[in-house]
Nanobody, 127 residues
Framework: QVQLVESGGGLVQAGGSLRLSCSAS????????MAWFRQPPGKEREFVAV????????AYGDSMKGRFTISRDNAKNTVYLQMNNLMPEDTAVYYC????????????????????WGRGTQVTVSS
């Protein structure tokens, strides 16, 4: 059974940090590119970050650069999102997603490129 399970969300004050985890099971996730998306209240789901299968290549949404870091541990089938200097506008449900051959910006930022999704974890940043 293919499964992605996010954890680590919560309530944090502006300027604080959180580390999200995505535990993957049911397939060889080390052969998949993995990403984080988020959906703020009343808005569409948006790209946050992606990491290649090997973990050597990463990319981020513009507002996340310098604050968020995506990483993965293929031995543990886990993907992480370290979020620092959080702001109220980071408030959203954060989703983990898996996909393959995500070679271009127009592809890996498009949620339609991902076939597997977790149920999300809520992050709330208070001002």
């Amino acid at each position: 059974q293919v499964q992605l399970v996010e954890s680590g969300g919560g309530l944090v004050q502006a300027g604080g940090s959180l580390r999200l985890s995505c535990s993957a099971s049911g397939r060889t996730w080390s052969s998949y590119d993995m990403a984080w998306f988020r959906q703020p209240p009343g808005k569409e789901r948006e790209f946050v970050a992606v990491i290649a299968r090997s973990g050597t290549n990463t990319a981020y949404g513009d507002s996340m650069k310098g604050r968020f870091t995506i990483s993965r541990d293929n031995a543990k089938n886990t993907v992480y999102l370290q979020m620092n200097n959080l702001m109220p506008e980071d408030t959203a449900v954060y989703y983990c997603a898996g996909g393959r051959m995500l070679l271009a910006y127009s592809i890996y930022t498009n949620r339609e490129s991902y076939g597997d999704w977790g149920r999300g974890t809520q992050v709330t940043v208070s001002s």
